[in-house]
T-cell receptor
Framework: DTGVSQDPRHKITKRGQNVTFRCDPISEHNRLYWYRQTLGQGPEFLTYFQNEAQLEKSRLLSDRFSAERPKGSFSTLEIQRTEQGDSAMYLC????????????FGSGTRLTVV | DQQVKQNSPSLSVQEGRISILNCDYTNSMFDYFLWYKKYPAEGPTFLISISSIKDKNEDGRFTVFLNKSAKHLSLHIVPSQPGDSAVYFCAAIPNQAGTALIFGKGTTLSVSS
């Protein structure tokens, strides 16, 4: 297993376009998390899945954002009608347990909205 | 409002000396604390954690100290090595079974040889 994979690594899009990111977690991890990191800030929690169920959503996850994890494997994060403020690094993490010690983060998808 | 604060954006240390990274938190509900390290173009990696029932946890060159009354924790790296140069994030969670990590803004550590 090569860890948590995120695709694409970089995405440049025009304002108003829709974008979708993919995260492939470590295969035996049933928990999956999305975080967003803007310049000069630490990662901010967006949402959490246990298997295919989305159990927790941050208020940062506006109605333009939607995340799915069909079949409890890979996950997608879609942003509709992108805005310049959406420009950030989107990080995915997975774990088999709660608590943070066992979280494995991917390298992230860098989104730039122009 | 920032619930986890790392007030020093950067720290420079010579190889072999001690690095001390500081973190303050405001939410007394936080019960579990973690440090993550991040290299450029990589995701954060877990370094060390501490529960609020302890005041110290040690793992090799890394020691985390927790002062719950002051709502302050620190990460000590002894001795510092050039490979330790990275961004260090302090994070907190309401309890060990929580999901949403609350991160500070990070401190960039530079260790010179």
């Amino acid at each position: 297993d090569t860890g948590v994979s995120q695709d694409p690594r970089h995405k440049i899009t025009k304002r108003g376009q829709n974008v979708t990111f993919r995260c492939d977690p470590i295969s035996e991890h049933n928990r999956l998390y999305w975080y967003r990191q803007t310049l000069g800030q630490g990662p901010e929690f967006l949402t959490y899945f246990q298997n295919e169920a989305q159990l927790e959503k941050s208020r940062l996850l506006s109605d333009r954002f939607s995340a799915e994890r069909p079949k409890g494997s890979f996950s997608t994060l879609e942003i509709q009608r992108t805005e310049q403020g959406d420009s950030a690094m989107y990080l995915c993490a997975s774990s088999s347990e709660l608590g943070g010690d066992g979280y494995t983060f991917g390298s992230g998808t860098r989104l730039t909205v122009v | 409002d920032q619930q986890v604060k790392q007030n020093s954006p950067s720290l420079s240390v010579q190889e072999g000396r001690i690095s001390i990274l500081n973190c303050d938190y405001t939410n007394s509900m936080f019960d579990y604390f973690l440090w993550y390290k991040k290299y450029p173009a990589e995701g954060p990696t877990f370094l060390i954690s501490i529960s609020s029932i302890k005041d110290k946890n040690e793992d090799g060159r890394f020691t985390v100290f927790l002062n719950k009354s002051a709502k302050h924790l620190s990460l000590h790296i002894v001795p510092s090595q050039p490979g330790d140069s990275a961004v260090y994030f302090c994070a907190a969670i309401p309890n060990q079974a929580g999901t949403a990590l609350i991160f500070g803004k990070g401190t960039t550590l530079s260790v010179s040889s």
